[in-house]
């Protein structure tokens, strides 16, 4: 069992920037691959970004490429999705999600995730 929490979400003019933590307990984290979620009013959960279990691989969806930066530190158990140059379209609820993983692949369908934590609202103004 893998326990996660997300924090860091809130409100922000267009333009501006948040940075997402998800913090893991339980399993050993350095066996998860990490995947940030979000999900907006009225619209299916959507891929944002994903990091390998070691950190080496990342993979980014198209609308957040050059915007956000994901990252992970499994010293501190944690994941953290930088996000710059924030845009109205980037508000939904985010999800950070782990799956159990033998190599240093990046899963980008939620079906492959196992656990989920359970989002931090990110609001952005125009």
């Known amino acids: 069992q893998v326990q996660l929490v997300e924090s860091g979400g809130g409100s922000v003019q267009a333009g501006g920037s948040l940075r997402l933590s998800c913090a893991a307990s339980?399993?050993?984290?350095?066996?998860?691959?990490v995947g940030w979620f979000r999900q907006a009013p009225g619209k299916e959960r959507e891929f944002v970004a994903a990091i390998s279990k070691r950190g080496t691989s990342t993979y980014y969806a198209v609308s957040v490429k050059g915007r956000f930066t994901i990252s992970r530190d499994n010293a501190k158990n944690t994941v953290l999705l930088q996000m710059n140059s924030l845009k109205p379209g980037d508000m939904a609820v985010y999800y950070c999600?782990?799956?159990?993983?033998?190599?240093?692949?990046?899963?980008?369908?939620?079906?492959?995730?196992?656990?989920w934590g359970q989002g931090t609202q990110v609001t952005v103004s125009s």
């Open positions: 339980g399993r050993t984290f350095s066996n998860y691959a």
């Open positions: 999600a782990a799956a159990r993983r033998v190599a240093e692949t990046v899963p980008t369908a939620s079906y492959e995730y196992d656990y």
